[in-house]
Each structure stands twice: as C-alpha cells, then as structure tokens.
C-alpha cells in the first residue's frame, strides 16, 4: 500500500510550486528576480486550477453520444484561461516597466530603487 | 432595464478605446462614460431597482444591481466627471481619457458584479489601468511606484485566485453567495487579496506612497473610486455570509485608529489625505446600511481634495503660500465634509454609519473622529487671497457643491443632540491642533512602507484572518 496517493503528491507539489513563488517575491533583493518568482507563483496557481479540474476525470469535455464518461470539470479550465491572459499581460508590463528603471539603476536592487542603502 | 445594465457596462469600455483611435473626441467621450453612469446610478437611486443578471448563461457572468450599488456608481461618475473636467482645463493627452473611461468601465462592473471570476478580471483590469496611470509620466520614481503598485496587487490577486477556486471545489458555483459554506483557508484566501486592494489596516500600507506621489487627477480618482472596489465586494460578500462579521468589526476599527494615529505625523499634504483615506475607508466598510452614501461623501470630497493640491505651490503644511480664494473654498468644504460637519454629506453620513454600531464600537469611533479633525485642521489653515472663483478650480467647485447637495440623501440626521456632539467633536480638533500639534509637527516615515516589509505585512494579515476565522467558525 502506498504511504501517500499520487493525488496527493501531485496537490503538494502543485501548492510547493505557489509557495516557492511567493517565497521568491519575498526574499529576492533584485526586482527581475521578484517579477519572474511572480511568474512562478502564478504557474502554481494556473496548475492548481488544472488539478481542481481534473479530479473527477482526464477525458476533455466533449459532447458526445456515450454517456458516463469520467471528463474533467470544463469551468475552472475556462477561468484559468482568462487568468493566464491576465497574468501574462502584466508579466509584459512590469518587465518594460523593469527595462525602463535598469537605465538609471542597472542592478534592479529594490533597496536601491527605494532608496535606501 | 437589462439592455440599459449591459450597455451601460460595455459601453465605456468601447467609448475608452474609440478615445485612443478618434483623439479629438476624447473629452467628451470621457465625459459621456461619465453621465452615463451618473443616469444609471439615478434611475436605480429613484426607482429603488434591485435585480439580478446572469449573462452568457450557467457559470457565465452573474451581476447584481441594487441600492448600494447605486451609491458606488454615482460616486464613480461624479468623481470621473470632475477628473474629465480637470483634464479638459489642463489639455491632457487622449492616452489619460483612454485609460480614465476604461478605469471606469472597470470600477462599475465590480460594482454591478455577483461572482468571483468576474470580480477577479475586473480588479485586474483596474490594476493595469491604474498602473498606467500612475506611471504615464515616465519618471523614474513614478515608474517604481507603479510597478510597486502592480507587483503587491497581482500577488494579492493570485491568493485570491487560489481562493475562488476553493470555494468553487466545495460549492461547485463562483458566486459571492458560495461563500458561506467555503473553508477558512478559502475565506482568509479571498480577503487577503480584497484587503489588500481595498487599502485596508496593515495590507493596505502601500497607498500613502502611492497616492500621495501620483498626478493630482490620477490620485483623486484612486482615493476616490479605485480603492472602493476592494471594499465593495467585502461589503457585498459580508451581508451573506455572517461569518465575515467579526473580520469586517476589527478591520475597520483598525484602519480608522491607523490611518488617524500615521496621518498626524505627516506633514505632507498629500501624504496627510491619503492617511485619512486609509482611516476614512474603514466607516465604509463597516457601514453595511450607510456604506453606500458614505463611499458618495468620501470620494467626491477626497476627490475634491487631491485634485485641488494640484494648483499648491508646496505641499509642505505651515508653509503654504497663500492660495486663490476658489481653491480655498474646495479644500475647506471638502475637508469640512470628511470631518462631517452639519450641512455638508459627510455628516449625514458618519451619524448614518454610527446608529448601527454597538456602543464600544460607536464610542471609540467618535474618538476617532476628533484624530480626522486633527489630521485635516492644516489644510483649514492655509491662507487665502482674493475674493474671485477662478475657471482653473471649476472640478473641485463642482465636487464641493455635490457634498452640499448631497447632504439632502440622510435628512433624518440632523437631530440637536447630534449636531452639537459633531460641532463639540471638531471644535475640541480643531483646538487641540491650533493650541498643541500644531508646534511639534514631528514627522514619522514609518520603515512598513518598504516594499518588502509591504509584502511581509500581507503574511501577517493572512495569519491575523486565519486566526479570527478559526476562533470564530467550529
């Protein structure tokens, strides 16, 4: 018997990956390093959607004639759609935003941009 | 009324980028957004409609639309109508109308929206239009205070994410009212990231910096309408679920100590309104029945007051120039307003929003209220010359009429007892500044405002919420 269902060890992984993100945002000096440790958080967060979704089946919901099929919940897959779109746009727009300020402070260090030494 | 609801939801969306394409109509597209809403908001004030939509069928958009929302959205068009004015008088470029009409789309859908998800692309949608607002000058320094602004908000927004999908896992429905069988874990989840958007207590630390460092049009519109989509849900969400009651008591309770305790040791104007928008904010998210026309007295006075810094020559307090006698006349009526003097809104309001609290609740807000005299008695103490209106304050003029007229919505308030305990309460202010704080003017850059200690503080929050929930739910 198996100590922990690959259920589980997938929900775990998945919640790591969210908790390393904000970790990242957390403790990383540099602003580039912030901004990609966001996009880690948010693939975490993009991953636990596809979990949710996936929990009662993995066939793709397609309407179909056989009945009883074990498909995958269609709604959280649409939302995180729209979330993906979201996260990405502003992805773009911090990183231009990071391009701009490393002209007159080329390490990105937040404490430098704040001012502070 | 359905097709009005949804034309009026879309429409300043389409009118924003029409703004970008045809830059000659951009003013009056602006303009238009604005009116629209402020009929909308009217015809559902008057004829007291209450009703719910689901667009796009099952699990599509859900929206609600009844008194509250009425009073958020008028808010939101008479404040956008005196940012259009302003940015008519100033030439602004067709890129602000863009962003301003589309800022506004999005600030009425939060306030018609029923369910999560919709809620969730809305705030998004207001993050990235506030973030170019914010940094369309192209400093360096407004540049980091947007990013700032955008970095803390979609790290709230991914908690929430993860949030709505809990409570979706337990409930199988995105709806506000899926809320109340959710998990903690969901709920302190979900609030986190409205909290913080909302600038409420500790998590919403981020918007003195970001407020007071912004264009003067771009913080009117963020004090005054922008921070209110994070109370509005909370709001909405608090009069299903009973569970949230608590949260809602201490959280208010808090910011207003905190934003009163912070904003008297500042002595930057600007800085100084947006500490009394952290304290103001939380009479409106404690209201429940008085939220609505109190978000109306606060964002059209705070609206009033941040556009009127604009036109100072300094914003250090004690050594303002004197300043033309129409500008004087805004600041004075709205910062009489917020301190909810008789005969302008913010009175009816206040007294609106306190005869529902328990007593302790009531009696510490009342102490609280001599801290927002204090804190707003410098701006009542700049000097004035001259006797004319000027054509240059006509937004702000604007905005103070509305806080007279306005006063008409809560009639009932004015009782002796409570317009001597308000006249009392600003005049013991108004003295202990003129006699005392007004010589030790100690200043306080509190190290929280980092954006590390910002995001720290947002772990704090979730385990302050965690624990409540828990004491509180079996």
């Given at each position: 018997?198996?100590?922990?269902?690959?259920?589980?060890?997938?929900?775990?992984?998945?919640?790591?990956?969210?908790?390393?993100?904000?970790?990242?945002?957390?403790?990383?000096?540099?602003?580039?390093?912030?901004?990609?440790?966001?996009?880690?958080?948010?693939?975490?967060?993009?991953?636990?959607?596809?979990?949710?979704?996936?929990?009662?089946?993995?066939?793709?919901?397609?309407?179909?004639?056989?009945?009883?099929?074990?498909?995958?919940?269609?709604?959280?897959?649409?939302?995180?759609?729209?979330?993906?779109?979201?996260?990405?746009?502003?992805?773009?727009?911090?990183?231009?935003?990071?391009?701009?300020?490393?002209?007159?402070?080329?390490?990105?260090?937040?404490?430098?941009?704040?001012?502070?030494? | 009324?359905?097709?009005?609801?949804?034309?009026?939801?879309?429409?300043?969306?389409?009118?924003?980028?029409?703004?970008?394409?045809?830059?000659?109509?951009?003013?009056?597209?602006?303009?238009?957004?604005?009116?629209?809403?402020?009929?909308?908001?009217?015809?559902?004030?008057?004829?007291?409609?209450?009703?719910?939509?689901?667009?796009?069928?099952?699990?599509?958009?859900?929206?609600?639309?009844?008194?509250?929302?009425?009073?958020?959205?008028?808010?939101?068009?008479?404040?956008?109508?005196?940012?259009?004015?302003?940015?008519?008088?100033?030439?602004?470029?067709?890129?602000?109308?863009?962003?301003?009409?589309?800022?506004?789309?999005?600030?009425?859908?939060?306030?018609?929206?029923?369910?999560?998800?919709?809620?969730?692309?809305?705030?998004?949608?207001?993050?990235?239009?506030?973030?170019?607002?914010?940094?369309?000058?192209?400093?360096?320094?407004?540049?980091?205070?947007?990013?700032?602004?955008?970095?803390?908000?979609?790290?709230?927004?991914?908690?929430?994410?993860?949030?709505?999908?809990?409570?979706?896992?337990?409930?199988?429905?995105?709806?506000?009212?899926?809320?109340?069988?959710?998990?903690?874990?969901?709920?302190?989840?979900?609030?986190?990231?409205?909290?913080?958007?909302?600038?409420?207590?500790?998590?919403?630390?981020?918007l003195p910096?970001?407020?007071a460092?912004?264009?003067?049009?771009?913080?009117?519109?963020?004090?005054?309408?922008?921070?209110?989509?994070?109370?509005?849900?909370?709001?909405?969400?608090?009069?299903?679920?009973?569970?949230?009651?608590?949260?809602?008591?201490?959280?208010?309770?808090?910011t207003v100590t905190l934003g009163v305790v912070l904003g008297m040791f500042c002595t930057d104007i600007k800085r100084i309104f947006a500490f009394s928008t952290i304290s103001q904010?939380?009479?409106?998210?404690?209201?429940?029945?008085?939220?609505?026309?109190?978000?109306?007295?606060?964002?059209?006075?705070?609206?009033?007051?941040?556009?009127?810094?604009?036109?100072?020559?300094?914003?250090?307090i004690?050594?303002?120039?004197?300043?033309?006698?129409?500008?004087?006349?805004?600041?004075?009526?709205?910062?009489?307003?917020i301190?909810?003097?008789?005969?302008?809104?913010?009175?009816?309001?206040?007294?609106?929003?306190?005869?529902?609290?328990?007593?302790?609740?009531?009696?510490?807000?009342?102490?609280c209220?001599?801290g927002t005299v204090i804190i707003l008695c410098p701006v009542?103490?700049?000097?004035?010359?001259?006797?004319?209106?000027?054509?240059?304050?006509?937004?702000?003029?604007?905005?103070?009429?509305?806080?007279?007229?306005?006063?008409?919505?809560?009639?009932?308030?004015?009782?002796?007892?409570?317009?001597?305990?308000?006249?009392?309460?600003?005049?013991?202010?108004?003295?202990?500044?003129?006699?005392?704080w007004?010589?030790?003017?100690?200043q306080y850059?509190s190290?929280?405002?980092?954006?590390?200690?910002?995001?720290?503080?947002?772990?704090?929050?979730?385990?302050?919420?965690?624990?409540?929930?828990?004491?509180?739910?079996?």
């Open positions: 018997m198996l100590l922990f269902s690959s259920t589980a060890i997938v929900k775990a992984l998945v919640l790591a990956t969210v908790t390393i993100g904000f970790s990242g945002i957390l403790w990383k000096k540099n602003l580039l390093m912030k901004i990609i440790a966001m996009d880690v958080m948010s693939t975490g967060v993009v991953a636990f959607y596809v979990f949710i979704a996936a929990r009662r089946g993995l066939i793709a919901p397609i309407l179909s004639d056989r009945s009883g099929l074990d498909y995958g919940d269609p709604v959280p897959q649409a939302v995180i759609l729209t979330a993906i779109v979201i996260g990405l746009s502003i992805q773009a727009l911090m990183l231009v935003g990071a391009i701009k300020l490393a002209k007159d402070h080329p390490t990105l260090e937040v404490s430098e941009i704040e001012g502070r030494e | 009324m359905v097709n009005f609801t949804v034309i009026f939801i879309f429409l300043p969306f389409l009118l924003g980028f029409i703004a970008y394409l045809l830059p000659k109509t951009d003013r009056f597209l602006a303009t238009a957004a604005s009116l629209l809403s402020i009929i909308f908001s009217a015809v559902v004030l008057i004829t007291r409609q209450e009703f719910n939509l689901v667009l796009m069928g099952n699990f599509g958009v859900s929206l609600t639309v009844d008194n509250l929302s009425g009073y958020f959205i008028l808010t939101n068009g008479l404040v956008t109508l005196a940012v259009a004015i302003y940015g008519w008088l100033k030439s602004k470029t067709p890129y602000f109308y863009t962003q301003l009409t589309i800022l506004h789309g999005s600030v009425n859908s939060v306030f018609c929206c029923a369910d999560f998800i919709t809620l969730y692309v809305a705030l998004e949608v207001i993050g990235i239009a506030t973030f170019l607002l914010i940094s369309y000058p192209r400093h360096n320094r407004s540049i980091w205070i947007g990013l700032r602004y955008l970095l803390l908000s979609n790290t709230v927004m991914l908690f929430y994410l993860v949030g709505a999908v809990l409570v979706f896992q337990s409930q199988g429905s995105f709806a506000f009212a899926a809320l109340q069988n959710a998990s903690v874990e969901a709920m302190v989840l979900i609030l986190l990231g409205l909290l913080t958007k909302g600038g409420i207590f500790l998590s919403g630390m981020w910096l970001t407020h460092e912004s264009e003067s049009p771009v913080s009117a519109t963020l004090s005054g309408i922008v921070v209110k989509t994070g109370i509005f849900p909370i709001i909405r969400c608090a009069q299903m679920v009973e569970e949230l009651a608590p949260i809602v008591e201490i959280f208010s309770t808090g904010l939380g009479y409106v998210l404690i209201g429940s029945e008085g939220a609505g026309i109190y978000a109306l007295a606060h964002g059209v006075a705070k609206a009033g007051l941040f556009l009127t810094s604009g036109s100072l020559a300094t914003r250090q004690g050594s303002i120039p004197p300043i033309s006698f129409s500008n004087w006349l805004v600041l004075a009526v709205c910062s009489l307003s301190m909810g003097l008789p005969g302008l809104v913010g009175f009816g309001a206040k007294e609106l929003v306190l005869a529902h609290l328990p007593q302790w609740q009531n009696w510490w807000l009342n102490l209220s001599i009542l103490l700049i000097p004035c010359q001259g006797k004319t209106l000027e054509k240059e304050s006509s937004p702000g003029l604007f905005l103070a009429a509305v806080t007279v007229i306005a006063s008409l919505l809560y009639p009932h308030a004015y009782k002796w007892d409570k317009i001597i305990k308000t006249v009392a309460t600003i005049a013991l202010g108004l003295g202990i500044y003129y006699r005392g007004r010589r030790w003017q100690w850059n190290p929280l405002e980092q954006l590390e200690n910002l995001l720290s503080l947002l772990t704090i929050v979730a385990v302050l919420l965690f624990t409540i929930l828990a004491y509180e739910l079996p």
